[in-house]
């Protein structure tokens, strides 16, 4: 079994980066499909990006795509999201999950973390 968990998240400015790490533990991710999903209050959980089981394929979200980046070091277990030109509209909890499938929907994904809040805020 897979236990994933967030970290990185924290308070950034408009305009500013952060990055965040999703690291596992029980099981190697190397085969999966590994996915960022966001969640607001109010709101339901929105896919962000997906990554392939080699790094070779992503996908972003159009509302990210441009400013966010997504990449994995299977050698450490770890795969990363790197957020660029923040936006006050990107607050959320931040999730990673893995997937058999190279999907965006989330019910095709499990072994969700806990999240980590991403605040961006002047």
């Known amino acids: 079994q897979v236990q994933l968990v967030e970290s990185g998240g924290g308070l950034a400015q408009p305009g500013g980066s952060l990055r965040l790490s999703c690291a596992a533990s029980?099981?190697?991710?190397?085969?999966?499909?590994m996915g960022w999903f966001r969640q607001a209050p109010g709101k339901e959980r929105e896919f962000v990006a997906r990554?392939?089981?080699?790094?070779?394929?992503?996908d972003y979200a159009a509302s990210v795509k441009g400013r966010f980046t997504i990449y994995r070091d299977n050698a450490k277990n770890t795969v990363y999201l790197q957020m660029n030109s923040l936006k006050p509209e990107d607050t959320a909890v931040y999730y990673c999950?893995?997937?058999?499938?190279?999907?965006?929907?989330?019910?095709?994904?499990?072994?969700w973390g806990q999240g980590t809040q991403v605040t961006v805020s002047s």
């Open positions: 990554i392939n089981w080699s790094g070779g394929r992503t």
């Open positions: 029980g099981r190697t991710l190397s085969s999966y499909v």
């Open positions: 999950a893995k997937s058999s499938s190279y999907t965006s929907d989330y019910n095709g994904f499990g072994s």
